[in-house]
């Protein structure tokens, strides 16, 4: 184990300073020192998606990423990827599509669709079901997931 150190880090536009060791997971960062409690913890081992947050625009697994590794990048989580009065498109297309059973997941599949959609906002329903493969949903809500991702799309493109 690592001593802790003071470390800076950009999460939604905003600065926060933490001590921690820089190898613990990024999503211990976020939920017990920051207060965000969008990025869930799920199997620790980067296979579920609920950790899943924006690094440089990149979707992250969270879990298994070390905070040491992410500073003085800009770190996006599901909180910041849209506002109440300006919601992300996929944030929008996730309730008109009456997407939420639980709410464990959803992280993970906005953050990794709003990945995908900023890359290529016309994703085909191969592209979809590619890019969101292996993320789990206890719930079962993979179709209407789907149709939020081409609700959103859809939004994006025009």
Avoid at 5 to 14: D, E, F, I, P, S
Avoid at 45 to 68: D, E, F, I, W, Y
Avoid at 74 to 89: D, M, N, Q, S, Y
Wanted: charged share 20%; with cysteine.
């Amino acid at each position: 184990m690592a001593k802790p150190q003071r470390m800076r880090l950009n999460v939604n536009g905003a600065h926060h300073t933490i001590t921690a060791d820089p190898d613990m997971p990024l999503l211990y960062a976020l939920r017990n020192d920051i207060g965000l409690n969008n990025p869930h913890f799920g199997c620790g081992l980067a296979q579920c998606g609920a950790c899943t947050v924006h690094v440089n625009g990149k979707a992250t697994r969270s879990c298994v990423t070390p905070v040491g590794s992410v500073q003085g990048r800009k770190i996006v989580t599901l909180a910041g990827l849209g506002t109440p009065e300006k919601p992300h498109p996929l944030q929008t297309a996730y309730v008109e599509e009456e997407v939420p059973q639980c709410g464990y997941c959803i992280n993970g599949w906005i953050m990794t669709a709003a990945e995908m959609l900023n890359k290529n906002p016309k994703l085909t329903d191969k592209q979809i079901r590619a890019g969101l493969k292996g993320l789990k949903c206890r719930c079962g809500t993979h179709y209407a997931i789907h149709q939020a991702v081409k609700r959103a799309a859809k939004a994006m493109a025009s």
